[in-house]
């Protein structure tokens, strides 16, 4: 008939598209991943020493987030973000901090720290390096206040407090971080999905 309209469909074509769609996905949604898990790591560290974050010392524990994905097909991958640091645990949750090997825990005063409250050298170094112008003041002890002080002359110089514990509260902020970040993960995904959906139909 003259004004019949037709129309035909690529069957086969169709379907081989959709054998490709997991692989498409798969390759999107792992970029988008990524590049979201990036972008997670720089806003995480930014607000790490921010208020009420922790205090940049050695920068060990910056640098020892790491993250990326896992998996070689859509079943199994996922996206992963931590540390190994033993102090990330703490940081995050908080606790009570106790010496492992030593009856006390030495704090670093102004006179044994850098600016950034990093001990110069340890408690022990310094008892090994100047002898026995170092000094244990306990708890009982009258006059000083507890800690390790160098002498100086006439004068008695603080080094160290002393402690048998501490209590800190977490103040790392990453899953705050990442509750805050995880909708924009979600979309990212959902918009590499939708690519992925453009470059099957294109193909």
Do not use: C
Not at 12 to 39: N, V
Not at 121 to 130: D, G, N
Request: aromatic share 8%.
């Amino acid at each position: 008939m003259a004004n019949e309209a037709e129309l035909k469909f690529d069957v086969r074509g169709f379907a081989k598209a959709l054998q490709k769609a997991p692989q498409l996905l798969f390759e999107e949604m792992d970029d988008a991943l990524k590049k979201q898990g990036l972008e997670f790591d720089r806003k995480f560290q930014r607000n790490m020493t921010g208020r009420p974050g922790v205090m940049t010392r050695s920068g060990m524990l910056r640098r020892s987030f790491t993250q990326g994905t896992v998996g070689r097909n859509l079943d199994d991958l996922h996206w992963l973000y931590g540390s190994n640091s033993p102090y990330a645990r703490i940081q995050e949750k908080g606790g009570v901090v106790k010496p492992r090997k030593a009856k006390w825990l030495t704090i670093p005063t102004q006179n044994a720290a850098t600016a950034s409250g990093v001990a110069k050298e340890s408690a022990r170094s310094m008892f090994q390096r100047f002898g026995n112008r170092m000094v244990f003041i306990g708890p009982k002890s009258k006059g000083l206040s507890p800690g390790i002080y160098l002498k100086d002359g006439k004068s008695m110089q603080k080094m160290f407090h002393i402690a048998k514990s501490v209590k800190i509260k977490g103040r790392l902020g990453l899953f705050r971080t990442f509750k805050r970040h995880r909708p924009f993960i979600i979309r990212k995904v959902n918009e590499g999905i939708g690519t992925a959906l453009m470059r099957m139909i294109q193909k």
